[in-house]
């Protein structure tokens, strides 16, 4: 079996569940776990890792402040919850992060975000920045929102959507539990622990079962769901027993976890996606282009010389030469008609011929297969 080390890791997704960052009997934050948190991703940023948290707790810290009860909450409260929550919880972030000198940034999504194109590449572009300039990306379900019927539901599956946007290579789940076992361990003694899962199997779904504390929505059914969506995108996943301070280093100092190795890498499973979509309208280049684009660049508008289709910004389109030949494929960053006002112009002149500011590449090449 492949091993697989957080040290390693080039770009980390960590998933908070609420059981951990908020004390089941009175409500409260867990300063001291969040801090020691904090102080793990500051040791794994200081060797060049990137580093987006996914985080659990708004309604659980809100809930307390606005004296509501501890059960399940109508649609309406819930929300109400996760307002007053989640400033406490962007502030607890902010505050223990920054001793580190790192800046805390909060991202809120919905799954409207992530299933249509256009906001999904608004989050990437956003991510990407971000990490880019060095934050620390928070990253939560917009509860404030949210209806069931545009929901992720928990954050098992919210983190790995979030590892696919950013092309993250592991993504880790901190919860109540040390990994995934052959059947529960609560009630049966002879349940194994699996440190390694090469491939999601039926036989390996079948191990899930319920789950969870009041506080947490998601279950070992959900986590497998969310190994199924990283692995395939490239992204290994591990679930590890977070109650403890500094999760992160016991995790790498050899503590209990399951790692689900990827299917692919990411960079491969995305350009796989980008080249199976059917192009909703063309961009024919310039030889010049076409020359960068062999080297690794991103289309830019100077090098359009014709636009054909019609399409909206985050549609996929074909890219060709200019005798006609597909060079590859792509996810515009801008509509069709918008793509023909400033094809031939220089990225310093999209302000001025459409009245906006624009994005200095039509295609860039994260999103881009040829």
Known sequence: MAAVSLGDARRLVVKIGSALLVDRATGDLRHGWLEGLAADVARIRARGTEVVVVSSGSIA?????????????????AQAAAAAGQIRLARAYEEALAP????????????????????YLNARATLGTLLGLGAVPIVNENDTVATDEIRFGDNDRLAAQIAVIVGADQLVLLSDVDGLYTANPQTDAAARHLPVVERLTAEIEAMAGEAGSALSKGGMRTKLMAARTATGAGCALCISDGREEGPLSRLEGGARSTWFLPQTDPKAARKAWIAAMKPRGALRVDAGAAEALGRGKSLLPAGVREVTGRFDRGDPVSIEDAGGHVLGFGLTRYTAAEARAIAGHRSDEIESVLGYPGRAALVHRDDMVL
């Open 61 to 77: 810290l809100g809930r307390g402040r606005l004296g509501l009860s501890q059960g399940a909450l109508p649609l309406e409260q």
């Open 100 to 119: 580190h000198g790192l800046t805390a940034a909060q991202v809120l999504l919905t799954l409207d975000d992530t299933a249509n194109r256009r906001r």
